[in-house]
């Protein structure tokens, strides 16, 4: 079981106060150094930069797919979230200023979320070209690796990164829920204003190349 979070333009140490921690208390360690905390109640965080994207990796935490922490990253920005659960469940979720504008299990179409769609769109795209009957999340990895032009690869992770633990009560909590749910956007058109430099969705660009991957086997081997 992980969980990885990618957030665009706000640093590592923002990461993780956006989860609910006190980034002051973070230290520099590997992931073997890590282990250290684990096995208490909370969940390690692990945050790092890849270029203009910030990541959080969790080993056994889901704190990354909860809408509190996935809220707060996305404010003023977007934010994606893979997990891989350990019951078996694989999740994708992106969000943007607050709000969650696709979410689903990939390569379930039960959980397709209404059009339009540019992030199921991508995913099944490469979900389709894998060839297997179980790709895992390596396809989902590519098309956000692609939509943000860095990869995290092995490497990263073992090396040393902004590491805290968290603990259960003090994460961001959840927002509220919305009393009237309706569509998160109108066809054709971004939820919220336009961010100077966002990329667009990947249905406005080209199909998500895997030659811009680089060692995600380093995550697949934990699947």
Not at 113 to 121: K, M, R, V
Request: a negative charge; hydrophobic letters at 35%; glycine letters at 10%.
């Amino acid at each position: 079981m992980w969980c990885v979070t990618f957030t665009r333009c706000i640093t590592p140490h923002d990461v993780l106060a956006r989860y609910g921690a006190d980034s002051r208390t973070a230290q520099f360690l590997t992931r073997q150094q890590a282990v250290q905390l684990s096995g208490k109640d909370g969940s390690v965080l692990r945050a790092g930069a890849l270029d203009d994207w910030s990541f959080c990796f969790e080993e056994y935490g889901v704190m990354g797919a909860m809408s509190g922490p996935l809220s707060a990253l996305s404010q003023g920005t977007e934010t994606f979230s893979v997990l891989r659960g350990g019951d078996g469940m694989n999740g994708f979720a992106r969000w943007r200023d607050g709000q969650c504008t696709e979410r689903f299990e990939p390569g379930y179409t039960y959980t397709r979320p209404p059009a339009p769609h540019p992030w199921w769109d991508a995913v099944q795209e490469q979900l389709d070209a894998a060839g297997t009957e179980h790709p895992g999340l390596v396809p989902v990895l590519k098309a956000v690796a692609h939509h943000t032009e860095a990869a995290l690869d092995t490497d990263t992770l073992n090396g040393p990164l902004l590491t805290l633990l968290l603990d259960d009560n003090s994460r961001t909590p959840d927002p509220p829920p919305r009393p009237h749910p309706g569509p998160l956007q109108p066809p054709g058109r971004l939820l919220g204003p336009a961010l100077p430099g966002l990329p667009p969705p990947p249905a406005a660009r080209h199909a998500p190349n895997v030659s811009t991957i680089q060692h995600t086997h380093g995550l697949k081997t934990e699947e």
